[in-house]
């Protein structure tokens, strides 16, 4: 670990880190059911294949012990094949990830997103390799398939290190943004540039790097750190910390409309924010409510039905 986290897990009652581990304990998940013509043993290669390139790889240079591991699960639900490309694939990827909280048996969820643009071309028992320095090869369409997951494990890494200092995740976000900037170019390929949309891979990472968003990081280290991790020392004084950030999102969402990173952190945090608001007074419930129906648009029928 960093010395930062180090000295945090220590101060939680966590033994000092020995020996040499990687970071994940990630679960893949290859779902291909619409596709036809392809050997479904091919999926489930692909399956393992995932897996072990997620849970072998050295994505930091700490050291881990197995109950460190960040628990995350990799859902790659394929669609179709992409035409006059053997191997080559178009689906989903969910990402989900959670961070244990201080002192319980309790995880919180640092990600649970769902990237509906992913293409990929996929050699059966061909390793899938990564180099941060050369992120697209001869290939671009087999690149795109560990650039894409390393992407994720890098904002995975940094959301989870921002949960425990303050902007303590930049190194790995910055490597994320490096993917963005010399992901691989294909016409198949989507998600990586600005010109696409405004909710795609490009902006996410943009948006978490920008100083316009510094807040953003601010509210994830109060909410787990300040917040969730002091729960079962004084619950109150801590969901009265988790509720004052609710304004400082609201300013910033004022500043920046519509953000995929705003959107990006209630798809992790909506459900847990509704159950510890269930628990807040109603004079508390009557003034939070407005803000986050604002926020978290899609979930403003569950907000509201906390007033009832």
């Avoid at 109060?222 to 991790?229: A, I, T």
């Avoid at 990173?261 to 007074?281: C, G, H, R, V, Y």
Wanted: proline share 3%; charged share 20%; aromatic share 12%.
């Amino acid at each position: 670990m960093s010395m930062i986290k180090n000295i945090i897990l220590i101060f939680i009652g966590l033994s000092p880190v020995m020996g040499f581990s990687q970071e994940f304990n990630c679960k893949a998940i290859v779902i291909a059911e619409q596709v036809q013509g392809t050997d479904p043993q091919v999926f489930k290669t692909l399956e393992q294949a995932l897996s072990d390139f997620v849970n072998t790889r050295k994505w930091t240079s700490e050291t881990y012990q197995n109950k460190e591991k960040i628990e995350c699960v990799f859902t790659l639900i394929v669609n179709k094949t992409i035409e006059g490309v053997e191997g080559g694939f178009t689906g989903r990827l969910s990402i989900q990830a959670t961070r244990p909280v201080f002192n319980s048996t309790y995880t919180t969820s640092l990600v649970n997103y769902v990237d509906k643009d992913f293409a990929f071309r996929y050699v059966q028992f061909q390793p899938i390799e990564f180099n941060d320095n050369r992120i697209t090869g001869s290939d671009a369409l087999v690149s795109n398939l560990p650039a894409v997951i390393a992407y994720y494990c890098y904002i995975i890494l940094g959301l989870d290190y921002d949960s425990f200092a303050l902007k303590g995740g930049t190194d790995y976000l910055t490597r994320a943004m490096n993917i963005a900037n010399n992901a691989p170019e294909h016409k198949a390929i989507n998600g990586w540039k600005a010109t696409e949309n405004q909710r795609n891979r490009f902006w996410l990472i943009d948006q978490m790097m920008n100083n316009r968003f510094a807040g953003m990081r601010d509210v994830v280290y109060k909410y787990h750190r300040l917040g969730l991790d002091m729960m079962t020392t004084d619950a109150e004084a801590s969901r009265n910390t988790i509720n004052a950030l609710f304004p400082q999102l609201q300013q910033i969402n004022n500043e920046n409309p519509s953000s995929i990173w705003m959107q990006f952190f209630f798809n992790a945090k909506s459900d847990e924010i509704i159950n510890f608001l269930a628990l807040t007074p109603m004079n508390e419930k009557q003034k939070l409510v407005p803000i986050l129906s604002q926020l978290d648009v899609s979930n403003a029928g569950k907000y509201a039905n906390l007033l009832k």
